[in-house]
């Protein structure tokens, strides 16, 4: 008996101190970290004197981040991945009455002779947060992340004032020991307008909507800057140990509100007629809310029914989200500009009278190319109407009026940053910048593809260095690869000799790389490897391939009259010219390739080389192939000729074998390749 009372006493002990332990915390992170004190320094000093009494009473080892061990509060660290007690899913999406109507349909197929009762709840737009409390207490805060685990935000969120710190209980409600309560973090549209304005002032882009102000806040490495920016939290629901609290939604939001938690205005409904009267009264409240709102979630209220639904893979079946339109509104065209993208297309864009459009004030739109343009008659002056596509992305629905004023864009037939040509493939709407290699706006994907593994494969140039080296002004160009300077590269943190010298002879060695990967890292448009190497196996140097007229690519295997005018137009652009030679200047020799063979047995065969061999390299073997005539692909099928097997062959001459394809063996390979 006395053996029972003592092992209550030290249980009882050990929940006081894990309180106490968590309730200092909290006091020195306000102090410490905030400056922003909540008790005196008497009242601190009586709790880490209890907290000090009883460790000793309790007899067992201390840890070293009990409060009585340390000194202030530990720095925020770059966010860490937290998995949630149980998953957060995702919501199924509705986008008219329809779709409505299929859910409360499958809900009462799935439930059967049952009354349902919905409850509507607004949807916000914020980011969504999971919240674990242990003993009451907050320890963990983390984002949603991939549903299973998220960052943990815990600093930041002790910031915001919706969030208790210390859940409030009263006398009839045993809390579990862990529980989960998620609910979304969001920015009033007062905040985010200031923000904004102060953002302006200090010389900063601008937030582009309440929800990515809300996103950043949270995630900043010092809370100090969350707790500026005056975010809220709404709570929503349960995850771990928290459907044993409530039989309903609407019972738990009344139980999360006595928890200190606020929460947003519902109603209830039995049909789809109730549910869609409250969307169109939401819809038409909108515009007065404190802060955004996309759309209105509709959940089954009972736990009960929504465990006997269940979810399928990222949703539950008892709950979806009805989605607003997008907010429309009318502006006006100040002009049309022209905007490169990362692969030389060029796009037109409104630029407008600045426009708030659901929250966002925009001045520019994608209009995505000529085609769209002309169809809507978008041109300056124009009044034209702008809604933000799935309340993100602004667009330019309709032109409503186009008077006498109004100014068609001149289409332009040199590219705005570098001045090369344009150009438009016949079947496409696109226009496009000819200037590959020295066109600014396409420069770094080009680099990275220049350097990549499948094409001059320059060992050390990684994606971050590459974008370094751009941002710096020391790559302008492709052929700037081979002109590095390197004394001021060795000024950089972490840029050491070593790596210097490896990079240097790195760019030697690719100096030598096969025609036909020198023509794939080239990025001309629709020349991947293969064309790459039909092109110098039919050529057998550069000086041809650049000398082809659109007739005689046409007689290369596999090349029709798209990737011809490609190859034409890139060839014919003195930019692209310029820059080659360029590179040839800095000693890039693209040996001449060995001219496609006739007559040899595997030319015009598809053929697939699997498994390892011992004395030839596999992509060596592909490539002499792709000389001989053959045609090297990854996979098997109906259409292959030959299946070529090395050693611990897999599943692809497995698949060889179901269909009754030819399969050859390393000796065989080895004779074609050496076939004169």
Avoid at 179 to 198: D, I, K, P, T, W
Wanted: glycine residues 8%.
């Amino acid at each position: 008996m006395e053996s029972s009372k003592t092992t209550a006493d030290s249980e009882d002990l050990r929940q006081r101190i894990t309180l106490l332990r968590n309730e200092i915390r909290g006091h020195n992170y306000r102090y410490y970290t905030l400056d922003a004190p909540q008790i005196t320094d008497a009242e601190y000093d009586l709790l880490l004197r209890e907290l000090d009494s009883l460790e000793s009473e309790l007899g067992e080892p201390v840890p070293d981040d009990s409060p009585t061990r340390i000194v202030g509060a530990p720095p925020s660290a770059t966010f860490t991945s937290r998995v949630h007690g149980e998953p957060l899913l995702s919501l199924a999406n509705a986008f008219d009455e329809e779709e409505v109507e299929a859910f409360v349909h499958r809900a009462a197929e799935g439930l059967g002779d049952v009354e349902l009762s919905f409850i509507s709840e607004p949807k916000i737009d914020g980011l969504a947060v999971n919240l674990r409390y242990e003993q009451g207490v907050l320890v963990v805060a983390a984002t949603r992340g991939d549903g299973i685990s998220g960052e943990d935000v815990t600093d930041n969120v002790r910031t915001i004032a919706g969030i208790p710190w210390h859940l409030k209980t009263n006398g009839d409600l045993t809390l579990p020991p862990v529980l989960e309560v998620r609910g979304e973090v969001y920015m009033s549209r007062r905040s985010f307008a200031a923000l904004n304005e102060q953002r302006d002032a200090e010389g900063q882009p601008p937030f582009a909507n309440p929800r990515n102000a809300a996103a950043g806040s949270l995630r900043q490495l010092d809370a100090r800057v969350t707790a500026q920016r005056k975010l809220g939290f709404f709570a929503y629901g349960v995850g771990l140990g928290g459907r044993a609290l409530a039989s309903s939604q609407s019972e738990l939001l009344i139980l999360l509100q006595g928890f200190g938690f606020a929460a947003q205005q519902t109603e209830m409904a039995s049909s789809v007629a109730e549910l869609l009267e409250g969307y169109h009264r939401l819809l038409e409240q909108r515009p007065n809310l404190a802060y955004e709102i996309d759309g209105i979630v509709y959940k089954l209220d009972s736990y009960e029914l929504q465990e006997r639904l269940g979810a399928v893979a990222r949703s539950p079946r008892w709950a979806i989200a009805h989605k607003f339109p997008a907010e429309e509104v009318t502006t006006s065209v100040r002009d049309i500009i022209w905007q490169v993208g990362r692969t030389g297309v060029i796009t037109p864009v409104a630029d407008m009278e600045p426009v708030a459009v659901g929250g966002v004030v925009v001045s520019r739109a994608t209009l995505h190319n000529i085609d769209e343009l002309q169809r809507k008659q978008v041109y300056t002056g124009a009044t034209v109407v702008v809604r933000r596509a799935g309340d993100v992305i602004p667009e330019v629905v309709r032109t409503l009026n186009v008077d006498d004023s109004a100014r068609k864009p001149v289409i332009p037939d040199e590219c705005p940053v570098c001045g090369a040509s344009v150009f438009r493939i016949e079947g496409e709407v696109a226009i496009r910048c000819s200037g590959g290699l020295s066109c600014s706006a396409q420069l770094k994907e080009r680099l990275r593809h220049f350097v990549s593994r499948g094409a001059m494969d320059i060992e050390g140039m990684g994606d971050k260095l590459v974008a370094r080296l751009v941002d710096e002004g020391m790559l302008k160009s492709i052929a700037d690869v081979y002109e590095l300077d390197y004394a001021q590269l060795a000024g950089w943190q972490g840029v050491g000799e070593k790596k210097i010298t490896n990079l240097q002879a790195a760019l030697e060695v690719s100096k030598q790389r096969p025609l036909a990967r020198f023509l794939h890292a080239l990025g001309i448009r629709h020349v991947g490897s293969a064309t790459g190497a039909s092109l110098a196996s039919h050529f057998g140097n550069l000086d041809a391939v650049m000398a082809a007229d659109q007739e005689s690519l046409l007689a290369v295997p596999d090349i029709g009259p798209e990737v011809a005018a490609s190859i034409c137009s890139f060839f014919g652009e003195q930019h692209n010219r310029d820059v080659i030679h360029r590179l040839l200047r800095a000693g890039v020799e693209p040996p001449a390739a060995q001219v496609a063979a006739t007559g040899h047995p595997l030319a015009g065969k598809t053929v697939v080389l699997t498994g390892s061999f011992e004395a030839v390299n596999r992509r060596v073997a592909q490539e002499k192939l792709r000389l001989f005539g053959a045609k090297p692909t990854g996979s098997v099928s109906a259409k292959t000729d030959l299946v070529i097997a090395g050693e611990k062959a897999g599943s692809k001459l497995t698949k060889a074998r179901e269909l009754g394809i030819e399969i050859a063996g390393e000796a065989e390979l080895l004779a074609w390749l050496n076939w004169q």
